[in-house]
């Protein structure tokens, strides 16, 4: 890869991150690691107002990242960006790793 493709990468790099740099949309879109979820309970697992909630949707759609399915009045988000759900699976892995069981014999 010559440093035009890399720099070309880097700035790709740094967009996805500084799309994901902010606690709250981080705290959204670990909510949609595992499945997608209505708006409205989105709002209430992020304990967000829906319009501060949707500011950061919009954002957050604009870069491609979340992706909406309509069923009836309720919007469902879910994650939409491969490299997004990469980056979220390190940072659960270093910061929320699950506690591993230790059974006695």
Known sequence: MNI??????????????????????LLVLCQ??????????????????????SQHLAKLRA????????????IYYRLASPEAHAVLESLHAIFCPREIEVVES
Do not use: I, Y
């Open 63 to 74: 870069k491609g990242l979340v992706a909406t399915r309509r069923d009836g009045q309720t």
């Open 4 to 25: 035009h493709e890399l720099e070309n990468k880097a700035e790709m790099a740094a967009g996805l991150l500084t799309s994901m740099a902010n606690a709250k949309r």
């Open 32 to 53: 949609l690691l595992d499945r997608e979820v209505p708006v409205g309970e989105l709002a209430e697992r992020v304990g967000l107002s829906q319009s501060a909630l």
